[in-house]
């Protein structure tokens, strides 16, 4: 079944305004992963992180292992923004750290 | 910076040919992936690799066979393009030795089977 679920699926911003994108992981995972693919198609990283809160701009991003979730807030979203918001995580206990990808998150900022 | 490249970045196959989709980087890192991407959805694992010479099969693995020839390199190999396989296709590097480490992505390569 599903490991890694992922809400909203479509996410609408205004300039300025802020939100947050949600991953829930129905296994424990060691790690997080949250990605930006971008117009072209291209994956940028945004984060990793095995627990904890990390912050980068205008991003930041939590991951809770014993709760099962990991959350990316956006804050002043711009319009360079827009793109699709993917999370992935790694499960404990398989080889080779693999990633699990949610189903992904569309965010179109408008202005 | 991460360095990950895959060639060709976009390809059409016909149904039973022969398709190889290589991916090359310069990180100097161990583990190398490749995974596919249906549109509207994530990304699945296909195969992977600690190191050269050596391959293992990821989640979705039935019509593809990978190559790591060398530590740089790694290929995906369609033996028998099928339509079911049109998807872009991502290949990722990582480091080795380490508990935790993010992975680093290529910038896809978009396969269309006729």
């Known amino acids: 079944g599903d490991q890694v679920e992922q809400s909203p699926s479509a996410l609408s911003l205004h300039e300025g305004t802020g939100s947050a994108l949600r991953c829930n992981f129905t296994?424990?995972?060691?790690?997080v992963q949250w990605f930006q693919q971008n117009s072209r198609g291209s994956l940028i990283n945004l984060f990793y992180?095995?627990?904890g809160t990390k912050e980068n701009g205008r991003l930041k991003s939590t991951f809770n292992s014993k709760e099962s979730y990991s959350t990316l807030h956006i804050r002043d979203a711009q319009l360079e923004d827009s793109g699709t918001y993917f999370c992935?995580?790694?499960?404990?206990?398989?080889?080779?750290?693999?990633?699990?990808f949610g189903i992904g998150t569309l965010l179109s900022v408008k202005p | 910076e991460a360095a990950v490249t895959q060639s060709p970045r976009s390809k059409v196959a016909v149904t039973g040919g022969k398709v190889t989709l290589s991916c090359h980087q310069t990180?100097?890192?161990?583990?190398m992936y490749w995974y596919r991407q249906d549109t509207g959805h994530g990304l699945r694992l296909i195969h992977y690799?600690?190191?050269?010479?050596?391959?293992e099969k990821g989640d979705i693995p039935d019509g593809y066979k990978a190559s790591r020839p060398s530590q740089e390199n790694f290929s995906l190999i369609l033996e028998l393009a099928s339509l079911s396989q049109t998807a872009v296709y991502f290949c990722?590097?990582?480091?080795?030795?380490?508990?935790?480490?993010?992975?680093?992505f290529g910038p896809g390569t978009r396969l269309t089977v006729l």
């Open positions: 990722a590097s990582r480091k080795g030795g380490l508990n935790y480490a993010e992975q680093f």
């Open positions: 296994t424990t995972m060691r790690a």
């Open positions: 992180l095995a627990s």
């Open positions: 992935a995580a790694e499960r404990y206990g398989s080889s080779g750290n693999k990633l699990i």
């Open positions: 990180n100097n890192h161990d583990y």
């Open positions: 690799s600690y190191v050269a010479d050596s391959t």
